[in-house]
């Protein structure tokens, strides 16, 4: 049972252009979500994350929007630069549990 | 404390060895998580310490794994007879507030 979906595997944008990455979730006892970054044959890197008081969060280049009616959230790169081609992990948590559940992943190709 | 280490990077056994990893959280974190990835998927929880004591399980984690944090600062991963399918990358993670995990960069694991 998938509780973190990314139905993209992979999405391709130029340089300057906005990337969205979406992330679908079914448990709604999640109320925490967070956004990584992992290059090849590195661990993930925290990007941004959000709570489920609120419907945005915003920091430089990186806003995670979240529609928990439609368990819905979205990250959005802008402007997209060629160095944040990467897969993008979207990952949730409920309160009480500490562990973290993921999706498959999206890879981004920023291309100059 | 430039962040998460692990030890080591690599590793390579035949079937049936035990083989034992390294993970050192940053310093002032009292959260500690295992994960394992496979190609294709998102990282998946293993296990969790706050500070020596071993919280949560997976059912992920069969009788050949055992986890320790003896001192609630570094942790082992052990891994008896290893089997092929133990092949993955092996990722630590701690935090000090309970959501926001910040990941070292893997252990890759081959069994031939």
């Known amino acids: 049972d998938q509780q973190v979906k990314q139905n993209s595997p992979s999405l391709s944008v130029q340089e300057g252009r906005i990337s969205i990455l979406n992330c679908d979730y079914t448990n709604s006892m999640f109320d925490y979500f967070l956004w990584y970054k992992k290059y090849p044959a590195e661990g993930p890197t925290f990007l941004i994350s959000i709570s489920s008081i609120k419907d945005k969060n915003e920091d430089g280049r990186f806003t995670v929007f979240l529609n928990k009616s439609a368990k819905h959230l979205s990250l959005h790169i802008v402007p997209s630069q060629p160095g944040d081609s990467a897969v993008y992990f979207c990952a949730a948590s409920a309160e009480g549990f500490q562990k973290l559940v993921f999706g498959t992943g999206t890879r981004l190709l920023v291309s100059p | 404390d430039t962040g998460v280490s692990q030890n080591p990077r690599h590793k390579i056994t035949k079937r049936g060895q035990n083989v034992t990893f390294r993970c050192d959280p940053i310093?002032?974190?009292?959260?500690l998580y295992w994960y394992r990835q496979t190609l294709g998927q998102g990282p998946e929880f293993l296990t969790y310490?706050?500070?020596?004591?071993?919280?949560?399980k997976s059912r992920l984690l069969s009788d050949r794994f055992s986890a320790e944090r003896p001192k609630g600062s570094f942790s082992t991963l052990e891994i008896q007879r290893t089997e092929q399918g133990d092949s993955a990358m092996y990722l630590c993670?701690?935090?000090?507030?309970?959501?926001?995990?910040?990941f070292g960069p893997g252990t890759r694991l081959l069994v031939l």
């Open positions: 310093s002032e974190h009292n959260r």
């Open positions: 993670a701690s935090s000090w507030d309970p959501d926001t995990q910040y």
């Open positions: 310490f706050q500070n020596e004591a071993q919280l949560e």
